[in-house]
């Protein structure tokens, strides 16, 4: 994260959803350094297991195909909501920069910063 | 409950999947097809069996046996009335151990027989009791659809009626959902 704290940036982006990334795409086009933060683990090659979570879940809610982050244990959805939002206040496992219409790196531990391209 | 689990005989799991098929509604060889690699009919019975035991199987089965045989025959639904004890207002145990079977067929997930939902909720189900159990549930095949992520059906079949409920296994023939 020494390159990221010492770099200066336009906008943060929590979380590297669907409409993070679309807005961090915008930013991005419009000039703008965006820093994205991602407390989620790395997609896997195969998200087959995401889909069988989700047909094995009581309950199919959003976050159901996605394995449990450490951490991350209430069973109710706002005990999980709070677990995340403390990861994310401590997260530097994966950060990416998006700039200039480059694609997010959300993958890999670290931050990932794409200086320029 | 029981001891290392064997496989039941093929009459048996027949014997159920025609039980099932009454209390479903769905066509038996709709619930157990001819060739059946995924075999949720065995799958099934020996999932209720761990769940409460083989003496009460058995004397659901053969209640289900002495229905099938009454002469004249009895049509699925009346066999499906009498098991379920629609009639009472205070079903039996073995009524709602045939509850729980028809909702682990149309919702692959087992419900304890018996533990009723509050306010118009269901109850929790217990389990999923396998993914398979739950692309293969009846519910979607009775709203004509598909579960997410999981479809036999070809691009572009939203832009057309969906196949008719026979085509989706339903018994429409003799009472199956009144």
Redesign the interface.
Known sequence: MSNGASTQYDVVIIGAGVSGNLIAKQLGLAGKKVLILEAGLPVPDSREEY??N?????AKTPESPYPALAGRTGSTESGRRAARSVEASHTTRNCALHRQGARPQLSGPGATVDRDS | MTNTPTPPSESVVQDFANMSAALTGFQPSFIRPFLDPVNLSGIFYSFVVSQVGQTTMDTLMSAFDALSNQTPKLTPQQIANTLLEVSSSTPSPQAQLCQSIIAMWYLG?WYTPGVLGGNGFAP??I??I??QA??KSLAWNLAQSH????SAFTFGYWSQQPASLETFGVDTGNGGGQ
């Open positions: 889909v069988n989700f047909y094995l879940a009581l | 997930s929790p189900a389990q999923v396998s993914s739950y692309t579960p997410m992520g999981f």
